[in-house]
């Protein structure tokens, strides 16, 4: 983010995206000032936190890590270290292989194997064309690069299914889990249950500092725990992160199915403004994509006047589509959106088209 956006960002007053602005104070002040600390991720409410996400997954054990991103290639490679293969299976649009800098592969010696289209989910028909000896199948839910579409829950089975009958493990990128419950209207531990490991998020939808946990057997938790000294994520102090989170989960969780109901009001106001378009229509998580019939150039412009004028804070960028006169955003729908009326929103999304 240039400076020039940075400042624009410090003098809106309000946004529809998320969770907000959240200002820095605001982050501080999801910590419990009595907050029991913990000492290089042992004790206190780090070891609180993650009994408490053990529990709400409905698994035995669970470890507190700094990063995703540390935490999902670790995992996986304690699920190839205990097989024949280093073969991972995911979809063309996974976060591992997208946005890590192929960490699992020159770090933890994994192979990621596509499997499926890019511009659609996953599905069992794409798996039963993998021969090879697979280590792991890792599952996005929602798929986020699809505007956070969800497989049916008859697939979701016949997948994990599918990895378990070839003695594969497998592992859920459930950096939106939590938005996962209200798209399929069960609990965290339902779904969880379907996975050898999970990994979930407290940054995004629950909109905490960041941070995030894995959770699994007694035996995977302990190696990924091992791994997570390794690699430089056990800090002499974790407790700032795993505190906010634990006071911002549960409220959160609770708070997606009326994230869900907006998101879908949001897309039906929607169907008055041509210019805009949600994927999927209506929405399946509390987020969505947006299609603008607009140039880059005049979205941003209008983002920018909208800031300035009105202090409301959009997205100051887009994201480039096959046609140059349609751009893409990402919308998610948190404890800001919900502040906002579908039908405002959905007029405000209309004008930054014009």
């Avoid at 990994?199 to 995977?220: N, R, T, W």
Wanted: glycine share 10%.
């Amino acid at each position: 983010m240039d400076s020039e956006i940075q400042a624009r960002r410090a003098a809106c007053t309000d946004s529809f995206l998320g969770n907000g602005l959240l200002r820095p104070r605001e982050l501080l002040a999801s910590i419990d000032p009595e907050t029991d600390p913990d000492t290089y991720g042992e004790g206190g409410v780090v070891a609180e936190l993650e009994g408490h996400v053990a529990a709400l997954l409905g698994k035995p054990a669970a470890v507190y890590l700094p990063s995703g991103t540390m935490a999902q290639a670790a995992t996986l490679r304690v699920h190839a270290d205990r097989r024949r293969s280093r073969t991972v299976v995911w979809h063309p649009y996974n976060h591992v292989e997208q946005h890590e800098g192929q960490a699992h592969q020159r770090l933890h010696g994994l192979v990621g194997r596509r499997a499926g289209e890019p511009e659609r989910l996953l599905g069992l028909g794409d798996l039963k064309e993998v021969a090879e000896p697979v280590a792991a199948l890792l599952l996005e839910l929602p798929q986020r690069d699809l505007g956070g579409a969800l497989p049916s829950w008859d697939d979701l089975v016949a997948q994990t299914g599918w990895a378990r009958d070839r003695g594969a493990a497998v592992h859920l990128d459930g950096a939106r889990l939590w938005e996962a419950t209200a798209g399929y209207e069960r609990t965290p531990a339902e779904i969880a249950a379907l996975f050898d490991t999970v990994y979930v998020s407290f940054y995004k939808g629950v909109g905490a500092l960041p941070g995030c946990c894995v959770a699994g057997s007694e035996a995977d938790i302990a190696e990924v725990r091992e791994w997570r000294s390794r690699l430089g994520g056990t800090l002499f102090a974790l407790w700032p992160g795993a505190a906010s989170a634990l006071r911002l989960l549960d409220e959160s969780l609770a708070e997606m199915p009326a994230r869900m109901r907006h998101a879908r009001a949001i897309a039906a106001a929607l169907t008055s403004v041509p210019e805009v378009r949600p994927v999927p229509d209506p929405p399946q998580v509390p987020m969505m994509h947006l299609l603008f019939a607009t140039s880059a150039d005049r979205f941003r412009a209008n983002a920018a006047r909208l800031a300035d004028e009105t202090g409301l804070w959009v997205w100051p960028n887009v994201v480039a589509t096959g046609d140059p006169d349609v751009v893409r955003t990402e919308l998610t729908v948190g404890r800001a959106t919900l502040r906002h009326k579908p039908e405002s929103i959905a007029e405000i999304l209309g004008g930054l088209c014009t």
